[in-house]
């Protein structure tokens, strides 16, 4: 027998519910709903920054606007550096699609072996990985196209160098991150860089930018930096070293090429060079601006500065009389030495030759005071003031420690040291009618205002006996150019082969010369070093002079100077009728 | 009352979707703004990056390699070069060929 329950007559239906009780359920209701109007106030009017914030997170995007960093430019206008846009590739390695087909096609786009990329997007716990900085632009293209998931570009700009290894130690370079890292670039790098701005944005969901917000920050650009150096007269000084020092099988070289009025540096080249764009094999010995970090004994190169000062001070004239004997002098038992006896010179005769035992002779006349502050005032044992990293001082010590032989060996540039820079430099004295004048590597218009070291009279007559030693009879004959009158001195030296400086047969040598032209109203100055030459000829004369012939000759030429001399014409006239 | 409050309701309505409107205008039209401001920087870069690329065409071992090797031209000294005086009718300085 079943038992049911008549739910229709339960006893609990007979009882009469409290009214306390729909009450009570009402109030808590009503709680409820004060609750969450307390909260809905809380958040929207009270507490709103935490969300406004998360909303904003979500559709407002902060972008960077890059500043492009300044080009530099030669004194007419040509570009030597430049920035352009340049991707970088990178992925997500979890992320990305492993389809054989087009990861080989990535692979060749990126131009590395499949292996290499595959070995890149192995490591999946990374969650971002460079697979190539710094692409083309039409290969970024290409990559894009190829919509490969979970790769992806990063817009970055890249310097590019048009001059390439020309002009490579000047204008120097910068590293991925666009920050100067040598030359002009380094010394530069503050005027250069610009400074980034940014705007805040709102993007819909598509991601394009519907609102600004806020302030914007303009970017600043770099301001672009126009040089002294012609682009011409760089490439023409850069070659003509080249050339000179294959030809020598030397192992570096450098030349130096001064605007001799207005002290602008024209060109400054060094061998061997190095293509800015590709440095991946980059040595030392490449990267090395050795016409300004390298020091070495000027040599014969000061020879004109010790007359000159025995000039200024009355001791001679250019036409005294200076016996030097046999070639030989002795001075507190060192004994100093020409290569020929020369006999009774000249003071002039003494230039041209270039006899050691003549200057020192001279040099014993003076006091090593008046010799050390002519030799400071043309700017030896100083730093040169040239915006350039890595410009040494040379060294010339103070004269109270000079003994009398060294004070006879530094009258022709020993014991003392100096870049090939400094010795261009100090040529202003000759060519600047007696004042040192400032060089720089910027563009300037006016004649520079220098120091007056040395009378205008004895300036003038030491250009004539560089041109004499430049001359028949000289110690510089190959500096002679085409047209235009030249002058200048030649140097070679033994370099110290650890302690001394080797034996006979296992020397090296270094040759430079320094000259200007044309020689009466000098308009360049040019100085050129060859480092080691070992095919046989090693003379500053030899080696040097002619590479300061032709650029002095294409120089002058691109300068549009007339030349001073009378030379033999070539022209065959042809006198063809034109066609009507 | 209520004709008049009827009629505000309806303007309230009618300002407040051409509001809606003018704003999705005003978004579009941004956008637009700045997109032709991004073509006109990618420009500004395309024009940067062909000069430099003119100029790696024009460097001066380029053409003197083209101009010695194609055209067989030869570096000038001033032995074949005829100078010409400032002044008209001026002798030149240096003697050279017929004028």
Redesign the interface.
Known sequence: MSRSIAYTSSPLLASRTPVWRSKLIVAAIALAFLGLAGRAVYIQVIANDFFQKQGEVRFARTLALPANRGRVLDRNGLILASSIPAPSIWAIPEDVERDKVRLTQLAKLLDMPLSELNKRLENEDKSFVWLKRQVDESVGQEIAALRLKGVYQRKEYKRQYPEGEAAAHVVGFTNVEDIGQEGIELAFNKELGGRSGSRRVIKDRLGRVVEDVGEQIAPVDGQDLQLSVDSKVQFVAYQKLREAVLLHKAKAGSVVVLDAITGEVLALANYPSYVPDKRQSLTGAQLRNRAITDTFEPGSVMKPFTVGLALEMGRITPLSLIDTGTGRLTITGSTISDTHANGVLTAEGVIQKSSNVGTAKLAMQMQPREMWELFSQAGFGQKPKISFPGAVSGKLRPYKTWRPIEQATMSYGYGLSASLFQMARSYTVFSHDGQLIPATMLKSAEPAVGVTVLSPRTAGQIRKMLQMAAGPGGTGQKAQTIGYSVGGKSGTAYKQIGKGYGSAGNRKYRGWFVGMAPIEQPRVIVAVMIDEPSAGQYYGGAVAAPVFSEVVQQTLRMMGVQPDMAVVPQIVAKAEEESL | MIRINLMLLLAVLASALYLVNVQYES?RL??EL??ARAESRRLE?DK??L??EK??QA???RV?RLAKLRLQMR?????????MGDVPGALP??????P
């Open positions: 978004r941004y956008t700045d997109r870069t940067e990056r000069q430099v100029r790696a460097t001066p071992a003197e570096t000038t000294t001033p032995a074949i070069t005829h100078y300085m240096v003697a050279g060929g017929m």
